[in-house]
């Protein structure tokens, strides 16, 4: 055990730059960390550390030490945490990142459930519609549209959010001409959504049924980069916006916004599209992490199609489920 002390102690010094930054750090004098670094140094048989009056130098083997006492000290550290876990409640901090609309839409539902369900573990959820680095921005979970791949992180599917559909207001539609086949659309404004893709404001929509699938360049008053605007520029009977159902699915059921060509599968992009949730990939993963995905999970797969309000939703499954709990585990053993 005395080893190990003096090891965490070298990382501190190393990642301090000096033996008495790291004593402050821990509440040592410089004297009794040069002692134990020296013990260290005796132990191994090797100078790990290059004194001088201004700076401290790794040697070789010291750099190579330090690397790997890194990470042996970090893995030691997981295992304990997780060890210890059997034994508690999840709790702590939860830092979360997703896009807007998957926040105000999806999210906002899913977040009471779960702080009734697990009220130790607080949730900082955080905003974008760009995605974030993980470790860079110390983010635990993300939850993330699209077909992801990314082998460095762990991937877990939430849902199928393909359905997207064409939808417009009632008033737009009775003071515009009629839609009943795709082409029609070239002539009403849409509102669509910006990609990158085209310079002059104008996006491609496709749209296929069992003949086959067609690509129409569209445009229209307005593009933006975020759904949230598309839907209201809709239901303020701007033009036509082409969206995943889940965006719009109450101004659908309250009638202020009605499906255009509902006989066409539609997508500006391609018609496969997953909501995903992703999370560092570590041998030992975080309860409070493990604990929010199985969560989401199980949230999604009682999720009635396109609701977006608690009352909308069975019954959630949690990690004191027994089936759920060797699910559960014998997913994340696997990883």
């Given amino acids: 055990m005395e080893t190990l002390k003096n090891i965490r102690l070298f990382i501190k010094v190393v990642q301090a730059g000096s033996f008495s930054a790291a004593g402050r750090l821990i509440g040592l004098s410089p004297a009794s960390v040069s002692r134990q670094i020296n013990a260290l140094e005796h132990a191994l048989g090797v100078r790990l550390i290059y004194r001088t009056s201004r700076k401290l130098t790794l040697t070789e083997v010291g750099q190579m030490y330090f690397e790997r006492a890194s990470d042996i000290i970090n893995e030691l550290d997981a295992l304990e945490s ?135 360049r569209v445009t229209g008053p307005i593009q933006v980069n975020n759904p949230e605007l598309v839907r209201e520029c809709a239901l303020a009977n701007m033009g036509l916006g082409l969206l995943p159902k889940w965006c719009i699915w109450d101004e659908l059921q309250s009638g202020r916004l009605v499906h255009v060509l509902p006989d066409w599968q539609t997508s500006p992009t391609t018609f496969d599209h997953n909501i995903y949730a992703v999370y560092e990939r570590s041998r030992y993963v975080p309860l409070k992490v493990r604990t929010f995905v199985n969560f989401l999970v199980g949230f999604f797969a009682n999720r009635k199609d396109g609701a977006t309000s608690a009352t909308d939703f069975e019954p959630l499954f949690g990690i004191d489920d027994p089936e759920d709990r060797r699910h559960l585990e014998t997913e994340w053993s696997t990883m």
Avoid at 158 to 166: C, E, H, N, V
Avoid at 176 to 188: A, C, E, F, N, S
Wanted: hydrophobic share 40%.
């Fill in 82 to 216: 997780v060890v210890s876990e059997h034994q508690t409640k999840p709790r702590g901090l939860l830092h979360v990142h997703t896009r807007v609309s998957i926040g105000t839409r999806l999210l906002s539902s899913a977040l009471p459930a779960f702080n009734e369900h697990f009220p130790e573990i607080k949730v900082k959820l955080w905003l974008t519609e760009e995605s974030r680095d993980l470790i860079e921005h110390k983010i635990d979970v993300a939850i993330r549209l699209g077909n992801l791949d990314e082998p460095s992180l762990a991937v877990r599917k939430l849902w199928d959010a393909s359905q997207r559909i064409i939808f417009a207001s009632p008033t737009y539609l009775a003071t515009h001409p009629i839609i009943d086949r795709p082409d029609d659309l070239l002539q009403h404004s849409c509102l669509t959504y910006l990609d990158g893709r085209f310079d002059d404001g104008s996006a491609m929509w496709r749209l296929r049924n069992r003949a086959g699938t067609k690509d129409l």
